[in-house]
């Protein structure tokens, strides 16, 4: 099955749920929230993830690879959604993960491995170089010919995918946001959207402000050309990728009571703190509309 095949068939749900977020403290400020469930696209290979890897997916089948090489840190969302979609897909799939192999797994490595992913390492430093030539070479000597996937699964192919999102939007949408830890999504939604929309992309690591080349050098790469329709906001990473504070989890608790939704802690959750935040401070005009993506 190719993954056009897996939207047509249902295995990917497409389009997901766009619902709007009944809450008292978006309505008294005049505001609208939809929340666009791409989180619901997969069980295994949720929104933003699918999005990246359906058209590389259809690349490395169209240059008959059977395995898939790619990058992440210890707690990498994207390295759980290759390893899935090698199962699912046919692939071998290597996981070239940051620092240092600390054992037992935490939970994303152990089911990336249950999935049939290959972990390997490289020390932060090598890491840092891991699109260089030598880097490269070394790993295609060690496992063989392989289809490079780059971290995040942020390239051209990626933020095409990402793009169809806007697509499946049916409101008379202001704002749309996302969280974005390799700039990637909001680079896809902005390229996306028209006239006085805009994209904000909700930062999840610290010190991220090199993300807004990434965003201008992945919409060339997908696109062709740069927008000036997007910003991003550094303010809400909690500490940096995969941290957390006490004030994030009480926000997740808060809304998981209110809304019965259960936010993902490394990206979704810092997106959606931000958004509230932002409303409560009157960052959006009344009557905006926001549609915020759960990936």
Same mark, same amino acid.
């Given at each position: 099955?190719?993954p056009?095949?897996?939207?047509?068939?249902?295995?990917?749900?497409?389009?997901?749920?766009?619902?709007?977020?009944r809450?008292?403290?978006?309505?008294?400020?005049?505001?609208?929230?939809?929340?666009?469930?791409?989180?619901?696209?997969?069980p295994?290979?949720?929104?933003?993830?699918?999005?990246?890897?359906?058209?590389?997916?259809?690349?490395?089948?169209?240059?008959?690879?059977?395995?898939?090489?790619?990058?992440?840190?210890?707690?990498?969302?994207?390295?759980?959604?290759?390893?899935?979609?090698?199962?699912?897909?046919?692939?071998e799939?290597?996981g070239?993960?940051?620092?240092?192999?600390h054992?037992?797994?935490?939970?994303?490595?152990?089911?990336?491995?249950?999935?049939?992913?290959?972990?390997?390492?490289?020390?932060?430093?090598?890491?840092?170089?891991?699109?260089?030539?030598?880097?490269?070479?070394?790993?295609?000597?060690?496992?063989?010919?392989?289809?490079?996937?780059?971290?995040?699964?942020?390239?051209?192919?990626?933020?095409?995918?990402?793009?169809?999102?806007?697509?499946?939007?049916?409101?008379?949408?202001?704002?749309?946001?996302?969280?974005?830890?390799s700039?990637?999504?909001?680079?896809?939604?902005?390229?996306?959207?028209?006239?006085? %929309?805009?994209a904000?992309?909700?930062?999840?690591?610290?010190?991220? %402000?090199?993300?807004?080349?990434?965003?201008?050098?992945? %919409?060339?790469?997908?696109?062709?050309?740069?927008?000036?329709?997007?910003?991003?906001?550094?303010?809400?990473?909690?500490?940096?990728?995969?941290?957390?504070?006490?004030?994030?989890?009480?926000?997740?608790?808060d809304?998981?009571?209110?809304?019965?939704?259960?936010?993902?802690?490394?990206?979704?959750a810092?997106?959606?703190?931000?958004?509230?935040?932002?409303?409560?401070?009157?960052?959006?005009?009344?009557?905006?509309?926001?549609?915020?993506?759960?990936?």
């Amino acid at each position: 099955m190719d993954p056009t095949e897996a939207e047509a068939s249902g295995l990917v749900v497409v389009p997901s749920p766009l619902v709007e977020l009944r809450d008292e403290r978006v309505s008294e400020r005049g505001v609208r929230v939809w929340l666009k469930r791409d989180d619901l696209l997969h069980p295994e290979v949720p929104g933003n993830k699918w999005r990246k890897l359906k058209y590389n997916l259809a690349a490395a089948k169209d240059r008959r690879d059977s395995r898939l090489l790619t990058f992440g840190g210890a707690f990498s969302n994207h390295l759980r959604a290759t390893a899935a979609a090698g199962h699912y897909f046919g692939f071998e799939t290597v996981g070239v993960v940051r620092g240092e192999e600390h054992l037992p797994l935490n939970e994303s490595l152990a089911y990336a491995v249950g999935r049939g992913m290959m972990l390997t390492y490289l020390d932060r430093g090598t890491y840092r170089r891991k699109t260089e030539p030598d880097v490269l070479g070394a790993l295609a000597a060690e496992f063989g010919p392989c289809y490079f996937l780059p971290e995040g699964g942020s390239n051209g192919l990626g933020v095409r995918g990402c793009a169809e999102v806007v697509d499946e939007i049916d409101v008379d949408v202001d704002v749309v946001c996302c969280a974005t830890g390799s700039g990637g999504t909001v680079a896809a939604i902005a390229a996306g959207l028209a006239g006085h %929309q805009r994209a904000l992309g909700f930062t999840v690591l610290k010190g991220g %402000q090199y993300l807004a080349g990434e965003v201008r050098r992945l %919409q060339r790469e997908g696109f062709g050309v740069t927008t000036g329709n997007w910003e991003l906001d550094h303010d809400f990473h909690f500490g940096g990728y995969a941290k957390r504070k006490p004030e994030l989890d009480s926000f997740i608790s808060d809304f998981q009571s209110r809304h019965g939704i259960a936010l993902d802690w490394v990206y979704e959750a810092k997106m959606m703190s931000g958004v509230f935040q932002r409303i409560g401070s009157g960052d959006f005009a009344p009557g905006t509309t926001i549609v915020a993506v759960l990936s």
